[in-house]
């Protein structure tokens, strides 16, 4: 095998397609962003919500069941 004369230098410049491939990776993430935000508005918007779903409304503290501090065992766990 032959050695070349002088050692391969890479050009000080990118060139044109490097160039045009930066600004597709930098345009591409720009409308991906822009599509994760659009879903996230659409989500939290009420009027795109699906209308048969029932209201519902905010319980008085009475009808709230505290839960447990110390639940009860499970017998299987007891007879282990």
């Known amino acids: 095998m032959t050695q070349p004369d002088e050692p391969?230098?890479?050009?000080?410049?990118?060139?044109?397609?490097?160039?045009?491939?930066?600004?597709?990776?930098?345009?591409?993430?720009?409308?991906?962003?822009?599509?994760?935000?659009?879903?996230?508005?659409?989500?939290?918007?009420?009027?795109?919500r699906d209308l048969d779903e029932p209201e519902t409304e905010p319980l008085e503290p009475s009808q709230i069941e505290p839960a447990p501090i110390f639940p009860e065992p499970d017998p299987v766990v007891i007879a282990a």
């Open 8 to 48: 391969y230098h890479a050009p000080d410049e990118p060139s044109e397609s490097s160039l045009w491939r930066g600004i597709g990776v930098v345009a591409l993430l720009i409308v991906a962003a822009f599509v994760v935000w659009w879903a996230i508005e659409l989500a939290g918007d009420p009027a795109t």
